[in-house]
């Protein structure tokens, strides 16, 4: 089967960092993404990972570890604006988005 | 930039009416779908497809159809709208099967009452 988890909630302090954590397990697996959500909106496009590392862009870092089925997204130096719900999703082998609940990240100052 | 757009932002509708919800994108994408999303639960997969006159099954299509019968428009109707399709609606486009970046509408909150 397949299924793919993430924290439902995690709070940070402005100007930290946040790393925001993504399992999955799939047969066939064709790539890894990660969605920014603000509430009441529509997911934006964050990051795609297909080979194992990590993708740096800008104050946002992606990682992917294909023989863990894992995944994190790295969130640095916090704005107040970053609060939102980050959706993780994976590209099965039928290129059909297979995605999670979403991570809802809250921002103290 | 690639724009979807949906019809209406929030909708009311009563037990037993006949709903359309209209998606439209204007890049010439070749796949588009529609998703529900209730919190806690994350996007489900309602129906797809990849081109015209062509519709796939998603993972809850129980209750809802859907038609496509120009490229850039992709239309979701509830057949007999229930209490339990309140949700948030999303539709997205992406230029190939194989692509790796789907595009959003900014979404339809229906509300069945």
């Known amino acids: 089967g397949q299924n793919i988890d993430q924290p439902t909630e995690m709070t940070a302090t402005e100007g930290a960092i946040v790393q925001i954590n993504c399992t999955y397990q799939?047969?066939?697996?064709?790539?890894l993404f990660w969605y920014q959500q603000h509430a009441g909106e529509a997911p934006t496009f964050l990051s795609y990972?297909?080979l194992d590392g990590l993708e740096e862009k800008g104050r946002f870092s992606s990682f992917l570890s294909r023989s863990k089925g894992y995944s994190y997204l790295l969130l640095k130096e916090l704005q107040m604006k970053d609060s939102a719900s980050y959706l993780c999703?994976?590209?099965?082998?039928?290129?059909?988005?297979?995605w999670g609940a979403g991570t809802k990240l809250i921002i103290k100052p | 930039d690639v724009k979807v757009t949906q019809s209406s932002r929030y909708l009311v509708k009563r037990t037993g009416e006949k709903v359309f919800l209209e998606c439209v994108q204007d890049?010439?994408?070749?796949?588009m779908f529609w998703y529900r999303q209730d919190p806690g639960l994350g996007l489900r997969l309602i129906y797809f497809?990849?081109?015209?006159?062509?519709?796939e099954k998603g993972d809850i299509p129980e209750g809802y159809s859907v038609s496509r019968e120009k490229k850039e428009r992709f239309s979701l109707i509830l057949e007999s709208a229930s209490t339990n399709q309140t949700s948030m609606y999303l539709c997205a486009s992406s230029p190939s099967p194989e692509s790796s970046e789907a595009f959003f509408g900014q979404g339809t909150r229906l509300t069945v009452v």
């Open positions: 497809s990849y081109d015209v006159k062509m519709k």
């Open positions: 999703a994976f590209l099965d082998s039928n290129y059909q988005l297979i």
């Open positions: 990972n297909v």
């Open positions: 890049m010439d994408h070749e796949n």
């Open positions: 799939t047969s066939g697996f064709n790539g």
